[in-house]
């Protein structure tokens, strides 16, 4: 399958900081796939990252409060700013690519107290 | 109505016995359909995509009916590594976002 770096793994922060979540993926893709699943839920997409162009941004997620950057066709990075508890999650990257089809980083899990 | 919604499980089933998975889906515009299999703590993963005609792989079957717009995966002689949360998938074309049910967890009990 596509091969998908993503850190990190996991962290604990404090409310009020920022996380900055990276995936590096292993050949050049047109889009990546930002989620979040929730303790106990599936998993919902955040938004859909562009190399050069900005982010589209499913309902109930903002730029502001999940930053994105796609600098290039192989990486993006997912910012989850001024954190609190209800942002405690998995966030999981993903990609398209034939032929392996859409694969997902092994995710990030983030608990803030 | 959620876009995709599954049976809500839990299934608790004996080691060798079958078990069936129902998901429907409410946009009809929908053009590709997958099981992904998650493990605790783990991402998902895909398990098998599913076609109008039928699939089959090794103990594990998937159906579609388009015209009602549900999607079906079988388990046969279940074996305890099968314990997972099944993900019932869709997306509507070839690199737009998946759309994920709720999923069904499942546990095969030695």
């Known amino acids: 399958s596509a091969v998908i770096s993503q850190k990190p793994s996991r962290d604990i922060c404090q409310r009020g900081t920022s996380l900055t979540i990276q995936c590096q993926v292993d050949?050049?893709?047109?889009?990546m796939f930002w989620y979040r699943q929730q303790p106990g839920q599936s998993l919902t997409l955040i938004a859909t990252?562009?190399?050069?162009?900005?982010?589209?941004?499913e309902s109930g997620f903002v730029i502001d409060k999940f930053p994105i950057s796609r600098p290039n066709l192989t990486f993006s990075t997912l910012t989850v700013s001024n954190m609190s508890p209800e942002d405690s999650s998995i966030y999981l990257c993903?990609?398209?690519?034939?032929?392996?089809?859409?694969?997902f980083g092994s995710g990030t899990r983030l608990t803030v107290v | 109505r959620k876009e995709v919604e599954q049976d809500p499980g839990p299934f608790n089933v004996p080691e060798g016995a079958t078990v069936a998975f129902n998901c429907t889906y409410s946009n009809s515009a929908s053009q590709s359909f997958f099981w992904y299999r998650q493990d605790c703590r783990k991402e998902p993963k895909l398990l098998m995509s599913v076609y109008s005609s039928g699939n089959e792989d090794g103990r594990f079957t998937a159906q579609l009916n388009r015209a009602s717009q549900y999607i079906s995966l079988l388990i046969r002689d279940s074996k305890l590594s099968d314990s997972a949360t099944y993900l019932c998938?869709?997306?509507?074309?070839?690199?737009?976002?998946?759309?994920f049910g709720k999923g069904t967890r499942l546990s095969v009990i030695a």
């Open positions: 050949s050049q893709v047109t889009m």
């Open positions: 998938v869709v997306t509507s074309s070839g690199n737009t976002p998946l759309v």
């Open positions: 990252a562009n190399q050069g162009s900005e982010a589209t941004y």
């Open positions: 993903s990609v398209n690519r034939e032929p392996y089809g859409y694969t």
